[in-house]
T-cell receptor
């Protein structure tokens, strides 16, 4: 089936530094998402992105977070500066459209540890 | 704020068994209901989804939705070793508006007796 790739699979970073998480979505998909999962808790929606714009974001999407997809390359989540509470697994997802609640396809996640 | 809860937390069954996983949600305006399966260290993979009250069957899996009870379930028939995984239920409020965020449960860890 369709595959979403995420790079890197693991990242360890010092608090206060910047980190960029990369997502390679399914090739003909137009909607992109980030979800965050803290250890032992459920996966939670962060943001969705379409046509170069943030469509919706949750309260977890702090001012230190930003997303972009320049020129059809990776869809990225940047955190600057990082904080200890940003340690989590970040899942990227993509879907073809949203009109009919098209299936969201997920990547395997990037495990981020902030020290 | 939407709350999604799954039961049981874990389930161990013999191969060939039939079993049910449950999901409750809090917001009666929810429109879309889905099950995902996640093997350890892998991406969550969509299994089945449903919009309207009733049942939908695909192979050994059946999804059942009762909106009035704020409940939907996944039934697995003839359990196989490859079914061992974490099962996540997900709910969306309002598809078709450009916003289809999924709210997930914590998951049910499903295993077969070795």
């Amino acid at each position: 089936g369709p595959k979403v790739l995420q790079i890197p699979s693991h990242q360890i970073i010092d608090m206060g530094q910047m980190v960029t998480l990369n997502c390679d979505p399914v090739s003909n998909h137009l909607y992109f998402y980030w979800y965050k999962q803290i250890l032992g808790q459920q996966m939670e929606f962060l943001v969705n992105f379409y046509n170069g714009k943030v469509m919706e974001k949750s309260k977890l999407f702090k001012d230190q977070f930003s997303v972009e997809r320049p020129d059809g390359s990776y869809f990225t989540l940047k955190i600057q500066p990082t904080a200890l509470e940003d340690s989590a697994v970040y899942f990227c997802a993509s879907s073809r459209d949203s009109l009919n609640q098209d299936t969201q396809y997920f990547g395997p996640g990037t495990r981020l540890l902030v020290l | 704020q939407q709350k999604v809860q799954q039961s049981p937390e874990s389930l161990i069954v013999p191969e060939g068994a039939m079993t049910s996983l449950n999901c409750t949600f809090s917001d009666s305006a929810s429109q879309y209901f889905a099950w995902y399966r996640q093997h350890s260290g892998k991406a969550p993979k969509a299994l089945m989804s449903i919009f309207s009250n009733g049942e939908k069957e695909e192979g050994r899996f059946t999804i059942h939705l009762n909106k009035a009870s704020l409940h939907f379930s996944l039934h697995i028939r003839d359990s196989q070793p490859s079914d061992s995984a974490l099962y996540l239920c997900a709910v969306s409020m309002r598809p078709g508006t450009g916003s289809n965020r999924l709210t997930f449960g914590k998951g049910t860890k499903f295993s077969l007796i070795p």
